[in-house]
């Protein structure tokens, strides 16, 4: 079984900037890749950021420059920091455990997802 558990949402401005966490446990952390993903009302659930086991990263277009991914095997935690924020980035943030190794952006190769947790972007 696996736990991910992120914080670090909440209100910002455009232009912002927010630092998502997502603390993992319950199987080897350091050898999976890792994603963050998000979901919009309305919305299907979209691939955002992730990371392969040895720091690799792969990112949306729509993120590019803006947000980047980064991991901590020794706390056994995954970051999103994202600058630069835009109102249509606004979303509930997924963080997810992959069954790869590798970067993926295929949502059903990540069998592990957190509770999830808000960002709103105001105007």
């Known amino acids: 079984q696996v736990l991910l558990v992120e914080s670090g949402g909440g209100l910002v401005q455009a232009g912002g900037s927010l630092r998502l966490s997502c603390a993992a446990s319950g199987r080897t952390f350091s050898s999976a890749g890792m994603g963050w993903f998000r979901q919009a009302p309305g919305k299907e659930r979209e691939f955002v950021a992730s990371?392969?086991?040895?720091?690799?990263?792969s990112f949306a277009d729509s993120v590019k420059g803006r947000f980047t991914i980064s991991r901590d095997n020794a706390k056994n935690t995954v970051y999103l920091q994202m600058n630069s924020l835009k109102p249509e980035d606004t979303a509930v943030y997924y963080c997810?455990?992959?069954?790869?190794?590798?970067?993926?952006?295929?949502?059903?190769?990540?069998?592990?997802w957190g509770q999830g947790t808000q960002v709103t972007v105001s105007s």
């Open positions: 990371i392969s086991w040895s720091g690799a990263t």
């Open positions: 997810a455990a992959s069954k790869f190794a590798g970067t993926t952006q295929v949502v059903s190769t990540y069998p592990y």
